[in-house]
């Protein structure tokens, strides 16, 4: 029997885990073949899966945040070979808000998450599209707008590294009562909105910015993106909504207002331009088309993962 190949692609950011040291030795010893590259500037990601494909590494591991996720992925979807003949794709969650590894299941530590891996058959899953302009990007997770990505990328890199998920939460907080709408037209098969909104999500996933359910239905291998729109609110609105989340919980309050769909594919413009956070990075652009494209790679996920439609999980 052949030993299986990994390849670990870890964010610079994290290469001094102790966990994740110990874990990967645990491994090793085990006689997992597990090679480490760690990233340190732009390229890296794309240039260290390249090269686990010429060594036809079995699985390649992301260790990172959702970026790092985005970043991997984004390099294995952007090669012309269909998903069976590339590597499958594996998590250990090392970042700060970690939105894809909570919603879909994946340990917090490396140790449990890299057996996890080796524990699971790969599952197709899909991929969002994004086409923004001129330019094409992946998205692993969810690609989302108004006041979550405004939080999001004004969270201080200093503050996220101190308090993790809980600086989302402050700065979110500190923005308060400073929330502009963002005026849009969106359309899609059977479905066309028009306003302004305070909050976007299109989804593959679920949540952003530190555990923004944004998109609680999405599913990562349907062949829909999920669409949540949640219009401006006037104040008197807010205020009952503030009461109904104090009550209900926040996700109960949001159902109320949010307009919701499952498309194949979504196209949004806007006059001014538009910052959509794609996996935690921000683009900006007027016109933005979003497909979800079904089984565009091959991932490794808990056998009781929420994110895979009924009957997709993985056999214990």
């Not at 590339?86 to 299941?105: E, H, M, Q, R, S």
């Not at 994004?130 to 969810?142: K, T």
């Not at 307009?259 to 921000?282: C, H, K, S, T, Y």
């Amino acid at each position: 029997m052949t030993t299986p190949h990994w390849r670990l692609i870890l964010n610079g950011k994290s290469a001094g885990d102790d966990d994740l040291r110990s874990a990967v030795g645990r491994l090793r010893e085990q006689g997992l073949a597990l090679d480490v590259r760690v990233t340190w500037e732009g390229g890296d990601s794309e240039r260290y899966v390249a090269e686990a494909i010429a060594d036809a590494v079995d699985v390649i591991v992301a260790a990172g945040g959702d970026g790092t996720l985005s970043e991997v992925a984004s390099a294995l979807a952007h090669r012309d070979q269909p998903a069976e003949s590339l590597p499958a794709l594996g998590l250990v969650p090392l970042g700060t808000a970690n939105d894809f590894a909570a919603a879909a299941g994946i340990p917090e530590e490396p140790l449990p998450a890299l057996q996890l891996i080796n524990a699971t058959p790969a599952l197709p899953v899909d991929l969002l599209r994004v086409d923004a302009d001129d330019s094409s990007y992946w998205c692993v997770n969810l690609a989302s707008g108004g006041f979550g990505t405004e939080v999001t990328v004004e969270t201080d890199a200093g503050l996220k590294k101190m308090l993790g998920g809980l600086a989302y939460l402050i700065t979110g907080i500190a923005k308060l009562g400073k929330i502009e709408p963002t005026r849009a037209r969106l359309q899609g098969p059977d479905f066309a909105w028009e306003g302004d909104f305070i909050a976007l999500g299109i989804g593959n996933g679920r949540q952003a910015g530190g555990g923004q359910a944004l998109c609680p239905d999405a599913r990562i291998d349907d062949g829909l993106l999920d669409l949540t729109v949640v219009p401006e609110l006037s104040g008197e609105v807010a205020a009952i909504l503030g009461t109904l989340a104090a009550a209900e919980g926040r996700d109960a309050a949001l159902d109320r207002v949010a307009v919701r769909a499952q498309l194949p594919w979504v196209e949004l413009a806007a006059e001014a331009p538009l910052v959509l956070n794609l996996d935690g990075e921000p683009v900006e652009a007027r016109r933005f088309r979003i497909a979800c494209v079904p089984a565009r790679l091959r991932m490794h996920l808990p056998v009781d993962c929420p994110l895979l439609s009924a009957g997709r999980s993985p056999p214990v």
